[in-house]
C-alpha cells in the first residue's frame, strides 16, 4: 500500500460500482486520486480531485493525461450492460472500446508506469478465430483486450488485464440480480428471475478492489491478464436463496418469470497467476460477502425511510 503514497493516479469511470471502491482505496492509501467523471462532481475528500472528460473524444483525453501526469492508471469507465440488443451496439463501442484506444494512445505518446484494463467473464473463451460474443458488451471488452495486448507488443505500453468475475457487494446498480433480489425481498415484493440455472463465479467488492491495488504496484505484470474471482461457482438460483434465508424472508422467489439471455457457459475464475504474480486471494467467502451486501441495503432502506417521513 506504500507504493502509492504522493503518487498520482488516474481513475476512469470513478463514480461507477468498482471506481468509488478503488478510489476510496487508493486515497486511504495515500495516493493523489484523480478522479474522471462525463459529468462535473465536486469533492471535499483529501487527495481527491475529479476531472470531467469524455473519452472518446481522443484529443481531450490527451489534454486530460497532460494535465494530470499519471504514474499509474485505472481505466474503469464504460457502460456496462450484457443484454443482447442492437441498442448496445454503438454505445457500447464508444464508451468501451474507442474510449479504451484513446486512452492508450495517450499513456504510449506521454508515458507512465501503469495502465491496468479492465477485461470480463463475457469475453468468450476458445479459439479466438471461432468465438462469438453474446452481447455487444463482450465483443467491446474482447476488443478492449485485444488492443492492450496489441499496445504492449508493439509499443511496449506498460498494460495489465485484469478480469474480475461476477463482482457484487454494497453500492452494486439497484438494478443488477443481487440488489434487486435484495430490495425485492425487503419490501416484502416478489422477486422475479430468469430459470436461475446460469452459473458463476462471484465475488466480493473488497477482494476485487484488493486485486486492482495489487496490479497497480506489483512488479513484472506487463502484457499479463489476470483473473479475479473465488475459483468456485454457484446458481443464481442459489444465490437468491441464500439471500431470502439471511434476510429470514418469506416472499416469493419467482424463477421463470425473466427470459434467460444467451451467455456464455459459466466457468470459475483461474487465480493461480493472481495469486503467483500479485500474492492475492479471496478473502472473503460468499455467504459472509452476501451478509455485509444485504446489512447494507437493509440500512439503506432505513435511512431512505427515515428521510422520507
Known amino acids: 500500500m506504500d507504493a502509492f503514497e504522493g503518487r498520482a493516479v488516474l481513475v476512469t469511470g470513478a463514480s461507477g460500482f468498482l471506481g468509488s471502491h478503488l478510489t476510496r482505496s487508493l486515497l486511504a492509501a495515500g495516493a493523489r486520486v484523480h478522479a474522471v467523471s462525463r459529468i462535473a462532481r465536486e469533492s471535499d475528500l483529501p487527495g481527491l480531485r475529479w476531472r470531467q472528460c469524455e473519452m472518446e473524444d481522443s484529443e ?16 474503469l469507465g464504460g457502460m456496462v450492460n450484457g443484454a443482447p440488443e442492437m441498442r448496445l451496439v454503438l454505445p457500447t463501442f464508444s464508451s468501451l472500446l474507442c474510449s479504451t484506444v484513446n486512452l492508450l494512445t495517450a499513456a504510449t505518446e506521454q508515458g507512465c508506469r501503469r495502465v491496468v484494463l479492465v477485461g470480463s467473464l463475457e469475453e468468450p473463451g476458445g479459439n479466438p478465430l471461432e468465438v462469438s460474443p453474446t452481447s455487444p458488451y463482450g465483443a467491446a471488452k474482447l476488443g478492449v483486450v ?31 440480480v443481487i440488489p434487486s433480489v435484495i430490495g425485492a425481498l425487503l419490501r416484502g415484493e416478489v422477486a422475479e428471475l430468469s430459470s436461475g440455472t446460469r452459473r458463476l463465479d462471484w465475488i466480493y467488492i473488497d477482494d476485487v478492489t484488493d486485486g486492482f491495488l495489487r496490479s497497480g504496484y506489483a512488479p513484472s505484470l506487463e502484457g499479463t491478464t489476470l483473473e479475479i474471482g473465488s475459483g468456485s461457482t454457484a446458481s443464481i438460483r442459489e444465490i437468491a436463496q441464500l439471500i431470502a434465508r439471511l434476510l429470514d424472508s418469506r416472499a416469493e422467489l419467482r424463477f421463470g418469470a425473466l427470459p434467460d439471455r444467451p451467455s456464455p457457459a459459466g466457468r470459475a475464475a483461474d487465480t493461480a497467476e493472481a495469486q503467483a504474480r500479485l500474492g492475492w486471494e479471496p478473502r472473503v467467502s460468499l ?23
Open 287 to 309: 455467504e459472509e460477502g452476501l451478509r455485509r451486501t444485504v446489512a447494507w441495503y437493509r440500512e439503506r432502506m432505513i435511512i431512505n425511510k427515515k428521510g422520507g417521513s
Open 146 to 176: 485485444a488492443y492492450g495486448r496489441m499496445f504492449h507488443h508493439l509499443f511496449g505500453t506498460p498494460v495489465v488485464i485484469l478480469r474480475p468475475y461476477m463482482t457484487y457487494g454494497p453500492g452494486q446498480p439497484d438494478w443488477k
Open 60 to 75: 481531450a483525453v490527451r489534454a486530460l493525461l497532460a494535465e494530470t501526469k499519471p504514474e499509474v492508471i485505472y481505466h
